[in-house]
């Protein structure tokens, strides 16, 4: 079955602790996604992935590393996690060209204390 | 002013309605278009892509405005189902540059 596996489900941590969020899609997309999703403000799109090692920030990537050193893998990690991260990510794939609509994964619900 | 505008709603209907939203855009390079439905803290799901020449999946139809840059979905004979919210996607492509609209959320009554 297609998809993008994104773990954990949910998460709750401690300020500072450093975290990551796996990403995995079986579909050879090249261009791959991490999104939060917070009340009011919609999807907000943290960093993207043309392909392998290529990388570049969204509209809202502080805090946040990527890395895309293998085609279907794309983690997320926060160095040092504060309050203000604590969120919806979701995860999202899509071959490149522009007809061609994401994939998302299931999410991930991340509570910093 | 914001990239990608949707009236947040909530839109209340009666099963068997027909209920239309709209999505404004901002930047006139943008060059693709989707709707996404999402059901509560679920993920997006692609519901469909916008053509240009508009286009229809069974009781959803979207068209596209170049001129005046907004985006349409149109629901026909409203399901209790189609409860949920319906996310405006924007792509000015080349980068991959995509922006979500906040949605608009629909609720469907009996």
């Known amino acids: 079955e297609a998809q993008v596996t994104q773990n954990p489900r949910y998460l709750i941590t401690v300020t500072g602790k450093k975290l990551t969020v796996t990403c995995s899609q079986n579909?050879?997309?090249?261009?791959m996604s991490w999104y939060r999703q917070d009340p009011g403000l919609g999807l907000r799109q943290i960093y993207y992935s043309m392909n392998v090692e290529v990388t570049d920030k969204g509209d809202v990537p502080e805090g946040y590393k990527v890395s895309r050193k293998e085609k279907r893998n794309f983690p997320l990690i926060l160095e040092s996690p504060s309050p203000n991260q604590t969120s919806l990510y979701f995860c999202?794939?899509?071959?490149?060209?522009?007809?061609?609509?994401?994939?998302f994964g299931s999410g991930t619900r991340l509570t910093v204390v | 002013r914001k990239e990608v505008e949707q009236d947040p709603g909530p839109f209340n209907v009666p099963e068997g309605a027909t209920v239309a939203f709209n999505c404004t855009y901002s930047?006139?390079?943008?060059?693709?278009f989707f709707w996404y439905r999402q059901d509560c803290r679920k993920e997006p799901k692609l519901l469909m892509s916008v053509y240009s020449s508009g286009n229809e999946d069974g009781r959803f139809t979207a068209q596209l405005n170049r001129a005046s840059q907004y985006i349409s979905l149109l629901i026909r004979d409203s399901k209790l189902s189609d409860s949920a919210t319906y996310l405006c996607v924007v792509n000015i492509g080349g980068y991959q540059k995509v922006t979500f609209g906040t949605g608009t959320k629909l609720q469907v009554i009996p």
């Open positions: 930047n006139s390079a943008s060059q693709s």
């Open positions: 579909m050879n997309h090249e261009y």
């Open positions: 999202a794939s899509t071959r490149t060209g522009d007809t061609y609509g994401y994939t």
